[in-house]
Nanobody, 115 residues
Framework: QVQLVESGGGLVQSGGSLKLSCAAS????????MGWGRQAPGKERELDAT???????DYADVVKGRFTISRDNAKNMVYLQMNGLKPEDTAVYYC?????????WGQGTQVTVSS
């Protein structure tokens, strides 16, 4: 059973930083790509950062240069370092895995950026 458990969300001032963590279980973590997405109030969920099994990363333009995704295959963890946060980054952030042609999302962690 695939489980993705996020942590690290919270309230931060504009310009601040947060680091999100995702603990993955139920699958062979090192053999699948992972990602982070978010859903802001009234908007659809979007996938903003991905990382391949060998560490190649890709970012949506809205977070490029500010967010960094990383993974630790020994710990089955994926991280999202978020710097230069803006009020428009306020959203529920979700850990994502694409496994055997299926999408999996965690329960999410709230990030609120105050102006």
């Amino acid at each position: 059973q695939v489980q993705l458990v996020e942590s690290g969300g919270g309230l931060v001032q504009s310009g601040g930083s947060l680091k999100l963590s995702c603990a993955a279980s139920g699958f062979i973590f090192s053999t699948y790509g992972m990602g982070w997405g978010r859903q802001a109030p009234g908007k659809e969920r979007e996938l903003d950062a991905t990382i391949t099994t060998d560490g190649k990363t890709d970012y949506a333009d809205v977070v490029k240069g500010r967010f960094t995704i990383s993974r630790d295959n020994a710990k089955n963890m994926v991280y999202l370092q978020m710097n230069g946060l803006k009020p428009e980054d306020t959203a529920v952030y979700y850990c994502y895995a694409w496994i055997n042609k299926s999408d999996y999302w965690g329960q999410g962690t709230q990030v609120t950026v105050s102006s």
